[in-house]
């Protein structure tokens, strides 16, 4: 496939519990974003991967979230002793550089019952 | 917060042509805008770039004033399909030039 890749699509996990949700990029993209939506809203910059390193992770809304780009390729984000409050969906994106077209997976749907 | 400012929703019917008018008083000199399409349970799309006057591809066209502190999305001839959310982004200099999202405008094409 030549699109970005995310898994699971789905994944229900309980308040307190650990979580790690995946992307693939588009092969040659050493851009990689991650945002996260909530139910009729925009999405919300999360992290920004320049190759393996985050070049900005501003986004990060507390110290339980973390990001890894480990060979500027997939990426994973994990997220620490969920909360009800981080039920969203959870977007990947990546492009050829920062400032390039964005192009984004269809994201994974976390609920925190 | 979100540098643009736009519609919360429209309505239209199949077959006209909808227009999407977006504020960003205040665009950088060097900031290009960006429109993106959502539909549900899908990420967003790319739709169309400009910087000045007007670019057209085969999905829509962009109108940009001479100031830059407007843009207008036009989509020609809409069908059903194209219910959609519509994003116009422009790079946040305060974050990085990221591009950040804001609401949207949530198009709902009638029959």
């Known amino acids: 496939g030549a699109g970005v890749s995310q898994t699971p699509s789905n994944k229900v996990t309980e308040k307190g519990k650990y979580v790690e949700l995946r992307c693939d990029p588009i092969?040659?993209?050493?851009?990689l974003y991650w945002y996260r939506q909530s139910l009729g809203q925009g999405p919300e910059f999360l992290i920004y991967f320049q190759g393996t390193g985050a070049a900005d992770d501003s986004g990060l809304p507390n110290d339980r979230f973390f990001a890894v780009r480990p060979e500027g390729s997939v990426s994973t984000l994990k997220i620490q002793r969920t909360e009800r409050g981080d039920s969203a969906v959870y977007l990947c994106a990546s492009s050829q550089g920062q400032g390039e077209k964005l192009f984004f997976g269809s994201g994974t749907q976390l609920s925190v019952l | 917060l979100a540098k643009t400012t736009q519609p919360i929703s429209m309505d239209s019917y199949e077959g006209q042509e909808v227009n999407i008018t977006c504020s960003h008083n205040?665009?950088?000199?060097?900031?290009?805008i960006t429109w993106y399409q959502q539909f549900p349970s899908q990420g967003p799309r790319f739709i169309i770039q400009g910087y000045k006057t007007k670019v057209t591809n085969e999905v829509a066209s962009l109108f940009i004033p001479a100031d830059r502190k407007s843009s207008t999305l036009s989509l020609p001839r809409v069908s059903l399909s194209d219910t959609a959310v519509y994003y116009c982004l422009v790079p946040d200099n305060n974050a990085g030039n990221m591009l950040t999202f804001g609401g949207g405008t949530r198009l709902m094409v009638k029959p």
């Open positions: 205040n665009i950088a000199t060097n900031d290009y």
């Open positions: 092969s040659g993209h050493t851009a």
